[in-house]
Nanobody, 121 residues
Framework: QVHLVQSGGGSVQTGGSLRLSCEAS?????VGWFRQAPGKQREGLTR????????NDVNSVKGRFTLSRDKTKKTVYLQMNNLKPDDTDMYYC?????????????????WGQGTQVTVYS
């Protein structure tokens, strides 16, 4: 089974930037990023189809978060700019190994360990 290892994250001031990485142990079909605050539902943010590189973002992060991939390293990067205190959450990457079409957020079934992002004012 494919495993995901996340890195990056930490604390940053409002308006700052952070980059998260998600490395897969094997080939995947698509990779997505999610975030979750304590007691709240996990929210899908963005996803990328590994083969085509097509990216789909949700409105709350459009223009601020950028997803990219390095196929040779089996790594996906989430560049987060202009961060706000509301972005404070635990962030997770996830993947789907099998072809799931456009990769709806509900299809992701393998998860990274999570990394904390804290944005202070």
């Amino acid at each position: 089974q494919v495993h995901l290892v996340q890195s990056g994250g930490g604390s940053v001031q409002t308006g700052g930037s952070l980059r998260l990485s998600c490395e897969a142990s094997g080939p995947t079909y698509c990779v997505g990023w999610f975030r979750q605050a304590p007691g709240k539902q996990r929210e899908g943010l963005t996803r990328i189809l590994i083969g085509s590189g097509n990216v789909n973002d949700v409105n709350s992060v459009k223009g601020r978060f950028t997803l990219s991939r390095d196929k040779t390293k089996k790594t996906v990067y989430l560049q987060m700019n202009n961060l706000k205190p509301d972005d404070t959450d635990m962030y997770y990457c996830a993947t789907v190994v099998a072809n799931s079409g456009s990769c709806p957020f509900s299809s992701f079934n393998i998860w990274g360990q999570g990394t904390q992002v804290t944005v202070y004012s």
